[in-house]
């Protein structure tokens, strides 16, 4: 294998004649974009990051056209985490947290969480939704769980993030009849010496060559991931005629304004008396039916 460097990747890898296949994952500018938006303490940071890799990760074992997300619950620390990951390698995420967090691990800060996994597949097909206790001393363990409850596939994760950069590696068993254990337990078990500096540093073919240099590996072209907001002034706009004419005309009347930021990538939109009326009448407007040639 050659040199290359992976910077805002998704690497798909099979080990050949084996019913393992894998994927890996870097965000670099696209993490920095987050954080830009939302600075966070490193213990919340480091686990933002995991999320956003282990969701882009996720979202490519799937064929579908709309979006993944992946979503904590719990009572600890960290209140509310959502990362959305599309079918376009596009992914946006939010974290709240709350106190001091300074050496916190991952099972303090996600106290009597839950993790939940809604898959939209786009184009009118039935969304999905699993569910499970956050458990284990990492997000990756929590993950594992979830695939051996909800999918009944083996998946392996590893998952790192630091200040600059977010990775993760996802070995999987392929759904078939019967398996070989021993191709699976071997590649696992060699993926288990992957550290996070490794994960972080090595481009896709030194790192495969440094786990499976006797494996053959057949190592897909990059797909490149990005950070992108769906927040739109038409979305805002119709959040805003779900509230009603005359909460919006209080809202406008005790505030002076309407003023929204997106929480995932700080994105204003403001809206005056003039931009309500106009909102509403637009809203009230009958449709004119086609007219017959």
Known sequence: ???????????????????????????????????????????????????????????????????LQLQLQGNGPISLLVIEATAARTMRGIVHWDGDVEGMDFSALTREARLMITIDPGTGGERYQGMVPVEGESLAETLEHYFARSEQLATRLWLAADNERAGGMLLQQLPRESHNEEDWNRDVMLGETLTDEELLGLSAQELLHRLYHEEDIRLFESEPVSFRCSCSSERIESMLRGLGYDEVRDILEEQGGIDVTCEFCAQSYSYDAVDVERLFAAADQPEVPPTRH
């Open 1 to 67: 294998m050659t040199k290359t460097t992976d910077t805002d990747c998704l690497r798909r890898f099979v080990f050949e004649n084996t019913d393992v296949r894998g994927e890996l994952v870097w965000l670099d500018a696209s993490w920095r974009a987050v954080l830009e938006r939302q600075p966070c303490p490193e213990p919340v940071r480091d686990l933002l990051g995991q999320a956003m890799a282990a969701a882009v990760l996720l979202s490519a074992t799937i064929k579908f056209d709309g979006y």
